[in-house]
């Protein structure tokens, strides 16, 4: 039974408790700090090790939208109570450009599910992703737990080609086309970018290169 596979459970105040499967409580730490920036991808255990460990830090929990995070910024939300995804930046829209395009994945924690039930057998952490419509390489990651919804984890990361070792060549970091680049203007495209290159480091012959060289590159176009 779903009992004698639930060791703990999650109890937010005003909702439902959430179980948790024992080996997934078993294989995961629990965390006493949760970073405010990261600059690379968490793995799936580090992700769930932050959603279980939650409960235990309400502090974690951000109250108000931020907008437009910087690269790298980790920020942890109750979706009934911050509409998360009103951040400020524009984000690639699918072909009727009404709706952002998102990538829905379920992500295994340790490749445990092979040990659970019927009932929890599926993946137990979810992830949607979406990329900028402006610099393809800056990506919103969103993840939770199937057994806790309502909580979310959100990841803001700009990531240049592997071998680039981490550095980025900001001429590669175009809009997707001419039309995309005709409805910014400078100040539209300076406050959506600078964010998202914070803390990375440029590369290439032209040697130095700042934002508002790239935003020129782009209004070029």
């Known amino acids: 039974s779903s009992s004698s596979l639930c060791s703990a459970s999650l109890e937010n105040k005003g909702s ?5 499967p024992n080996k997934l409580l078993e294989s995961l730490p629990r965390l006493s700090r949760l970073p405010h920036e990261c600059l690379r991808w968490n793995t799936n255990e580090e992700i769930a090790a932050y959603l279980v460990s939650f409960n235990r830090h309400e502090e974690w929990l951000c109250c108000s939208l931020r907008t437009r995070p910087k690269n790298g910024s980790i920020i942890l939300y109750n979706r009934k109570k911050v509409k998360y995804r009103n951040d400020g930046y524009s984000w690639k829209k699918r072909k009727d450009g009404k709706t952002t395009r998102e ?3 379920k992500l295994k ?16 952490l979810y992830g949607c992703y979406v990329h900028s ?3 393809p390489t800056f990506h919103r990651r969103c993840y939770w737990l199937l057994q806790n919804p309502d909580i979310v984890l959100v990841h ?47 590369s290439g012959a032209a040697g130095e290169f700042s934002i508002e060289d790239l935003v020129q590159h782009i209004l070029e176009r």
């Open 103 to 105: 990538d829905h994945l």
């Open 16 to 20: 439902r408790k959430v179980f948790l």
């Open 133 to 135: 419509s402006i610099v």
């Open 109 to 124: 924690v340790k490749g445990m599910v092979q040990a659970l039930t019927r009932l929890l057998c599926s993946q137990c």
């Open 156 to 202: 803001y990361l700009n990531v240049p080609s592997l071998e680039d070792s981490g550095k980025c060549s900001p001429l590669l970091c175009t809009v997707a086309s001419r039309h995309d680049s005709a409805r910014w203007s400078r100040d539209d495209l300076l406050g959506q970018l600078k964010p998202m290159f914070h803390s990375m480091r440029w």
